[in-house]
């Protein structure tokens, strides 16, 4: 019957701060040697700067930027019979969000000559206003998801 592995759900811890799940796995995202703490501070310093220039509650920015970010289709290789198609396929929730934590990440950091919590709070507030890098990257993905619907059928 079975040949794959039993998949374990994993258990989130929210972050202490504002006691969101979503939050806390963004920070361990950008946690890096272990050091929580440092990722906080940069997470937290992004939030506040949101929070001074928008006079918003930070933590809808952030979901809604994730939402806007989080792409619905992308493709995979596929190979049949020595030819390899580039199949779109549906991205389920969990990759999804690490695939927009990613792009988001990568886009900070690509900003230069700022604190990181500065360039990820202008990356957020970019992304709130449907600029940014990270929106272009899943625009990309999506037009190349579409533009090879043609070989859905091997999915």
Do not use: C
Not at 33 to 62: H, L, M, R, W
């Amino acid at each position: 019957m079975g040949r794959r592995k039993k998949v374990y759900t994993r258990h989130y811890e929210p972050d202490f701060k504002y006691n969101n799940v979503q939050v806390g796995r963004f920070i361990n995202y950008i946690m890096q040697d272990g050091k929580k703490t440092v990722a906080s501070k940069i997470v937290y310093g992004a939030f506040d700067i949101i929070q001074d220039k928008t006079k918003q509650d930070p933590i809808e920015i952030f979901d809604s930027a994730i939402n806007k970010v989080a792409p619905i289709l992308e493709i995979k290789s596929k190979r049949v019979g020595g030819a390899t198609y580039q199949v779109p396929m549906e991205v389920r929730g969990n990759r999804r969000m690490l695939l927009a934590f990613r792009w988001m990440l990568i886009a900070a950091k690509a900003r230069k000559g700022r604190p990181m919590a500065e360039k990820l709070a202008a990356e957020i507030l970019d992304i709130q206003n449907g600029t940014g890098a990270a929106i272009k990257k899943r625009d990309d993905v999506q037009k190349m998801a579409e533009s090879n619907r043609a070989f859905a059928h091997f999915a």
